[in-house]
């Protein structure tokens, strides 16, 4: 069986720092950057559950909901990985989301 804990222990992370960030770093890039990992994270998890539909874009709930759209986003990808070089490879794009986040 697949271990994806470590793309769940980051998506947590990134989003319990979220959750933990003033309303200004949020509105400076942090919520962005948060909402665009999320919206790729929901585009590979419907290119292995839905292949050659169109991806449907993960709609912009606001800056206070980011952390609950990347954990949303974050375990559902989980749920469709594979390999562990599928979870490699997502907790990367995860760990550099918070780093441009500045969280």
Do not use: C, N, Y
């Amino acid at each position: 069986m697949l271990d994806t804990t470590p793309l769940t222990k980051a998506v947590e992370h990134f989003a319990d720092r979220l959750r933990a960030a003033p309303q200004s770093r949020l509105q400076r890039s942090a919520a962005a950057e948060a909402l665009a990992l999320a919206r790729e994270m929901a585009r590979r998890t419907q290119a292995v559950e839905e292949p050659g539909t169109e991806p449907r874009e993960m709609p912009d709930a606001g800056m206070f909901a980011a952390a609950d759209q990347i954990t949303v986003a974050g375990h559902d990808l989980a749920l469709v990985l594979s390999t562990d070089e599928e979870v490699a490879e997502a907790v990367e794009l995860v760990e550099e989301a918070r780093k441009r986040a500045g969280v």
